[in-house]
């Protein structure tokens, strides 16, 4: 019986080609932060290696440490003074970026189906966003941070997709069990990591990411409906 789901959110609950968006929101923010000296080829390298960082924690720090640690091995020690620009950034500027995903209404749908028959739901997005930033994807989403009994933010977390480490944590937040557990998601790579942690796994193929050409085959995947009648054989 499954009794708890987790979901990515970009390209699973909120539709999106991932290479529009980090172009759109890369174009943001460096508009916002050169004015405060910060050259956009820079600004950029900084942040790919900060989130390098994160995807590399091993645990012994807040992903948010640890882009941060990186950031300003970059950048300087003083960039931490411009922590309150970034925070402006996302609650203002990064609102733009919202054009540049879609909209998919069954994503909503899905979810409140699965709370209305008891299963917990979780957010298992990769935590390299403040979460002010991530409760605002989940909103373009038509969905609610509320909705969540879990959302991981690059605070409160301290590892990264695709290590299992990641998905053991979130099950541990959760105090759910392993086995009654479904990762969906649409990254054939970092999402079907959960299975080393003992998930289920079903691939959300509308925005399917496959760097590595794996045979998707091997796993339960479709579009919504799909994934509903997958779930209504466990429920």
Not at 107 to 133: D, M, S
Not at 150 to 156: A, F, P, Q, V
Not at 170 to 195: F, K, S
């Amino acid at each position: 019986m499954l009794k708890t789901v987790l979901f990515d959110l970009d390209g699973t609950l909120l539709p999106m080609d991932q290479d529009a968006f980090v172009h759109g929101y890369f174009s943001l923010l460096a508009k916002k932060l050169a004015p405060h000296g910060y050259e956009p080829k820079a600004l950029i390298d900084a942040i790919w290696k900060g989130t390098a960082a994160m995807v590399k924690n091993d645990g012994s720090q807040t992903n948010e440490s640890a882009f941060w640690e990186e950031f300003c091995r970059l950048c300087g020690s003083q960039a931490m003074n411009d922590i309150p620009l970034f925070e402006e950034f996302y609650a203002v500027d990064f609102q733009q970026a919202q054009s540049f995903c879609g909209f998919q209404p069954k994503a909503a749908e899905t979810v409140r189906r699965l709370k209305e028959n008891g299963i917990q739901v979780a957010l298992a997005t990769n935590p390299i966003f403040p979460a002010i930033a991530t409760e605002s994807r989940i909103r373009w989403a038509g969905l609610s941070p509320e909705d969540f009994a879990l959302y991981t933010t690059y605070e409160n977390t301290s590892y990264c997709k695709p290590n299992p480490a990641y998905f053991t944590y979130v099950i541990r937040r959760l105090n759910a069990d392993p086995a009654a557990t479904l990762m969906v998601g649409n990254d054939a790579t970092e999402d079907t990591a959960a299975q080393a942690a003992g998930l289920d796994v079903f691939l959300l193929t509308d925005c399917l990411l496959n760097p590595d050409n794996r045979d998707i085959e091997a796993y339960p995947h479709g579009d919504f409906d799909a994934l509903w009648s997958y779930i209504q054989n466990r429920i």
